[in-house]
């Protein structure tokens, strides 16, 4: 069965350096997403992308944020300049259609 | 049972069991509703979903209960198995522009003791 992936598992990083979260989506997906997950806390959406552009974004995703689809297989998530409270899972999801999200494994990102 | 912002409760179930968790949401335009299945370490995987138009949905050993008069949602897991412990939180959904976007539970823990 077709999975979204992401890499890498876990990211360790300077506060204030880039990073850049990998997704591969399932391939014969149109819609992508970012969410993340504070530790212990609720999952909360970052942004959507549909057609080589955001759809939708939240008051999280700010100018720090960024995502790309550089190919046809690839969609990432760039966080310019990381801060402590940055440090979360994040999820990628991709999906067919407008309803149904399928998420890949994650990627724990940690500010130090 | 579950609220969406409030603190994680746990459900402890002995193998064979029926569980029941139990969401309520916020926003009454929300019109369409996952249940997510999160085990430790991994993303969140869909389980079940509904729409506003129905108030019940069974799936493989999961139903689904919809009761828009008091924003509430309800899983059911028939036969609980020790596969079954895990977070599971709802989503409500609301449609900005062209897709759903959700807003998520905390989640409730299940845990199956065999």
């Known amino acids: 069965e077709p999975e979204v992936t992401q890499t890498p598992s876990h990211q360790v990083t300077q506060m204030g350096q880039e990073v850049i979260l990998r997704c591969v989506p399932i391939?014969?997906?149109?819609?992508f997403y970012w969410y993340r997950q504070i530790l212990g806390q609720k999952v909360e959406f970052l942004v959507s992308?549909?057609?080589?552009?955001?759809?939708?974004k939240s008051e999280i995703f700010d100018d720090q944020f960024s995502v790309e689809r550089p190919d046809g297989s690839n969609f990432t998530l760039k966080i310019r300049s990381t801060k402590l409270e940055d440090s979360a899972m994040y999820f990628c999801?991709?999906?067919?259609?407008?309803?149904?999200?399928?998420f890949g494994p994650g990627t724990r990102l940690t500010v130090l | 049972g579950e609220s969406v912002g409030l603190h994680l409760p746990t459900l402890s179930v002995q193998e064979g069991d029926n569980s029941i968790i139990n969401c309520a949401y916020s926003?009454?335009?929300?019109?369409?509703f996952i249940w997510y299945k999160q085990e430790s370490g991994k993303g969140p995987q869909f389980i079940i979903d509904?729409?506003?138009?129905?108030d019940k949905r069974q799936g493989q050993r999961v139903t689904v209960l919809l009761n828009k008069t008091v924003k509430h949602l309800s899983l059911q897991i028939a036969a609980t198995q020790p596969g079954d412990s895990a977070v599971y939180f709802c989503?409500?959904?609301?449609?900005?522009?062209?897709?759903?976007?959700?807003?998520f539970g905390r989640g409730t823990s299940l845990i199956v003791h065999p």
């Open positions: 509904i729409r506003s138009n129905m």
């Open positions: 926003n009454s335009a929300s019109d369409y």
């Open positions: 999801a991709s999906s067919p259609s407008t309803d149904t999200q399928y």
């Open positions: 989503a409500e959904n609301n449609r900005a522009g062209g897709s759903y976007i959700p807003t």
């Open positions: 992308f549909y057609n080589n552009e955001i759809s939708e």
């Open positions: 391939s014969n997906h149109l819609y």
